[in-house]
Structures are given as C-alpha cells and as structure tokens.
C-alpha cells in the first residue's frame, strides 16, 4: 500500500545535486528525445561521429547512433588514461578471506590488455562469444573489458549458475572459448567452478579453450591442449600489456546476456556497443548523482544485468572509483559489508532488497558498530521494496540522510528505466518516475490507460537506447515476446504489472508471467521444471512462485512421479539437490509435493494459476479451460 509521509532529501544534498529539477529536463527529453540523447552522447567519445541518433524505421528492430563508431572500453578507459583519472583507483576489491586488490585506471588499462592479448594468441576474433563463468574476483571485470577491446561479444554466465545452466548458454551461444577460474570464496568454502565447468564442457563440445585464472589453488582437474592456466599465459610473451582497441560500430554486438523467460529455454539477450555506453553512463551519473570523489558500491555480481551496467560499465565510463567483494555479506559476522563501507569510505551503496531484509534480520547493532557517516545515497534493485525494509536502509543503513534511489528495470532494457533521481521526494516502496526519455504506462488488455492507482501492465512507449535489440538467434522471440502485445501502439510490454498513483508515481507489483524473482535473481518456472524431469524418477512436474518473507519468493512444485516410484522425504531432498546441481543452489525449491496428476488445459499446458492459488488456499477463478 502506498503510505503518506513524503522523504525529502536535506537542502546541502540538493543544492549539491547535478539535476536539482527533475521535471523541467524530463520534460525537455520527452519533447526533444534526440536533442536530448546527442547531448549525452557527445558526452563520449565517438571515432567517427553518427549520422542519426535513432532510426526506428524497421520495427521492432532499432538502431541508436547510426553510423557511429566507436568501443566501449574508449570510453570506460582509454580516454581516462589522458586525464588525471589515470592515477584515481577504478576497483577495490576484497576476497572472502580478506584479501584485497586494487587497481587504477592505468593498472585496469595493463591488466585488460594482457587479457585481450591473449585471448587474440588464442585465436578469438571480432564478432566471436566468448563465455565468461568467474567468481567475484578482478579478472571478471578484466575479462569482459578484454573481450569488448578487441571486439568479441562476452557471455557472462553467473558463478552461481551449475553444470546445466552454463551448458545450455554454452551451446546458444557457440563459444570456443571459456574463461573460468578454479574457484571462489565463498562462506569460508570453495565454490569449485572448474568441476562444474569441465562437466559443463563435457555435455557442450563447442569449447576449444578453456583459460583458468587460480583464485583458491586447489586441486583441479586441467584437460591437456584445451587447458590453459591464465598466469602461465599471462607470463608469456604475447601477453603484452599494449593492445590496440578494435574500433567497432555502434551497433555492433558488445555482449549477450542469457535471462529466463516463458520457455526453459533462455533466451541470450542482445545489447551493443554505442546505446549501451551512452544510457549506461547517463542513467549511471544521474541516478546515483556521481561525484569525482565517490566510492560506489555495486554489490551485484557481474554475472547479472545490474553487475554488467552498474558495477561495471556505466561507473567506468564516468571514471568512478568502483568496489567489489567476492563473498557472502555475512561472512564470517554480519557486519561484513558494515566493515567495509567503514573500511573504505563507500559513499554509494546499491543493492537488492533481499540483501537488505538479509541483513536487516540480524538487529541494528551490527550496523551501529560502524560509523558509516561516508555513505550518501543508497540504490534498490531488482524486486519491490517492503516499505518495512525501505524505512530500515533509510533510517538504519543511511541514518537517514541518504536519498534511496529505488531502480525498476530489466536484462532487456540495459538501464534503469524508472527511478527517482536524488533530489526526488521519495515513499518507500514506490520506483517514483521514469528516467529521461522515458513514457512509462500502466494500461488494459487493450493497451488503453487505466485510472490512477489501477492496476495493470507495465509498457514503456518507446524504444531507449540501452534496450537489448534482439534474442541472439532469435529474433522472431524478440518481437513476439516485447512488442507484439501492443503493436499498433508500438509499446514495450514489460511482463511487469504495476499502478501509477495520483502523483505520478509507479508501484511494481510483480511479474505477469513465468519469471520468477527469487532473492532478486531471475528465473523461469520451465527451467526449473525441465530440471526436475531431468531426473530419472520424475515423469511431469510444475513450479510455482510463493511470496517468501526474505526472498520474496520462494520456489514451490508439484511432482507427478513415474509409475512404480513413490514419493518420500529422501526423495523429496533428492530432487531439490538435483535441481541445485543442475541449474544452482538459487533455484532450489522450498518444497516438493507429489502428486497424481496436475491441473491442465484441454490442450495440455498447466495451468500454474490453479496450482498458485489452491497452495496459497485462494479461490482457485475461471477453471472453465480446465481438463479435468
Ligand atoms: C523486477 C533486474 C520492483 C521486475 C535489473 C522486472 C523490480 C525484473 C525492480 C527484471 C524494482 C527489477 N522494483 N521490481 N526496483 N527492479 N524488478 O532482468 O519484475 O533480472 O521485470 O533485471 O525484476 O529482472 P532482471
């Protein structure tokens, strides 16, 4: 529900603020959206300048600073090394076990080069995907940024995925090439990502490559010919720290990135070069009002849109000192994450609302422990807020003086799309208004507006330039699933439903299909239902999302077994440990129920809304399609 009370930022944060009037520019950029787009845009450098910054003419495929050309990693480093950013830190980072790495802008320029020096000796060539499967460490980040300088697409794939998961992006995307590491820390264990790479190579033959940087150092298996160890590249000659970066035009593909979706097959979203450098960095140095002295804290894993835009990308482009940790935020005590915004002055924290209510479960004074007096503005990311857990990281984490930005946004669209800027009013729960340039609209099954405080679906009437611009392999799924709902319109279809209130304020109330957010991370019903038929026992099976107090959902499903199997508790254990092993320990569900049949249509589909509505003890509405 919405609440009353208003949250303003104090007067110093204000008169401080870079965009002290939201309305008035927001205003301008929905009238001039290209005037407002080539002011941002000359903010970077372009090698040749674009000829037209949107074309739109072949729906819904779009093109941003046509005719540009230019690479990211011009603007995320090389154009800092000829400026006093060349000495400011780019990454701070802290391993689980309290090692620590830093890195300047200079450092970041040798580290990414020897990377993308040696990934040339190995034979990836422009245009190439190459898989990214990596713990939290430096050489993520270095990683991408190697593979954006010599203009290969990179494929992160998060650390927490398993065997299945990493197969499966594996073979969409046809990579020759891994990069992985042994290990990472994580609650004082090792996550052994190279067992589950190597099983995950065994099931995906396209690897020709696998380089492994040594994080934990302990015993690996290494395949000869097709292993490599990154420092014994790293000490070879080709390894040069001196690498030219690829000139790439603004279209050009600069990663995919795997989401889940309707189908169990997930779909490898998109996003290139030009739009995703200039949304990213605008979105980045205007929602978190980026100043040249901040330490920002993204504490996503790279492995998520959120890591690639807002730990990575757009606070490199801005020259913004970023920091990273490896492990878990209460490990080994709950004021890790306390200690190191103490540690290391963090101005800047953005993280996911199940983080928060994570830690906020453990009391206060974990937090008052520390003086976090640096901290001025924390971020929200990924699932609604509680207004319980907003109140907690305003008052508690922020000791009320910090602005929340709560950010709504997607894999597909690349960039925050609604949130309040700094200097916004806020009420807790709500993502407050559309970023510049942006219409966002709450409408019927006809694409019509409904009244204030009505629910319905979320659509943004117009394509932005961060906006992935298709489905690798697939672009018929790519217009199908976004902009087929509402073609006439030409609206996005979000798959989000939401209300706008009488002051213009958007509340994300969950999604419309399949997806289920769990913990903040995204996953499909169907990926884990062909992970639990995947197991010799199981002949059907259905998922459904309940709302969970910490994680805001839980995962719950219903087994139909094979005949001669029974179900058990053993049994019921065995399936959640092998949907963990399959897809990771994410997806595993909260609990299992067998059953003798599962609720369908006549032709045949599950119907997930009976099965949802009886376990939560709901009026199970229209069964009229119902087969038996
Ligand atoms: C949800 C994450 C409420 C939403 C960046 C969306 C949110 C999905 C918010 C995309 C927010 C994201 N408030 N819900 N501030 N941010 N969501 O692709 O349902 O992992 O459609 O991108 O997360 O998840 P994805």
Known sequence: MSEQKLYMPSQTFIENAEIKDYQSLYDYSIENREEFWNTEAQKLQWVTPYNAVFDYSEKPFFQWFKGGKTNIVLNAIDRHLHTSCLNKLAIIWEGEPGDVRTLSYHALNREVSKFANILKAMGVRKGDIVTIYMPQIPELPIAMLACAKIGAAHSVVYGGFSVEALAARIDDAKSRVLLTADGGWRRGKITDLKSIANEAMRRSPTIEVCITVKRTGHEVEMENDRDFWYHDLSALPIASAKCETEVMDSEDMLFILYTSGTTGKPKGLVHTHGGYSVYTSTTHRYIFDIKDQDRYWCAADPGWITGHSYLVYGPLINGTTIMMYEGAPNHPYPNRWWQMIEKYGVT?????????????????????????????????????????????????????????????????????????????????????????????????????????????????????????????????????????????????????????DEDGYIWIIGRLDDVIKVSGYRLGTAEVESALVSHSAVAEAAAIALPHELKGNAIHCFVLLKQGKTGSRELEDELKNHVAKEIGPIAKPDSIAFVDSLPKTRSGKIMRRVLKARAQGLDVGDISTLEE
């Not at 976090?372 to 508690?396: D, M």
């Not at 922020?398 to 602005?403: D, L, Q, T």
């Not at 807790?428 to 009505?454: C, L, T």
Request: proline residues 8%; charged residues 20%.
């Open 348 to 500: 800047i924290l953005y993280t996911s609302p199940t983080a928060i209510r994570g830690l906020m479960r453990f009391g206060d004074n974990w937090v008052k422990r520390h003086d976090l007096s640096t901290l001025r503005l924390l971020g929200s990311v990924g699932e609604p807020i509680n207004p319980e857990a907003w109140r907690w990281y305003h008052s508690i984490v922020g000791g009320g003086r910090c602005p929340i930005v709560d950010t709504w946004w997607q894999t597909e669209t690349g960039g925050c799309m609604i949130a309040p800027l700094p200097t916004t009013p806020l009420k807790p729960g709500s993502a407050s208004k559309p970023f510049f340039g942006n219409v966002v609209k709450v409408v019927d099954d006809g694409g019509n507006d409904v009244e204030a405080n009505e629910e319905g679906k979320l659509v943004i009437t117009h394509p932005s330039p961060g906006m992935a611009r298709t489905i690798l392999g697939d672009p018929e799924r790519w217009a199908q699933t976004y902009w087929s709902e509402f073609a006439e319109k030409g609206y996005y279809s979000a798959g989000d439903s939401a209300r706008i």
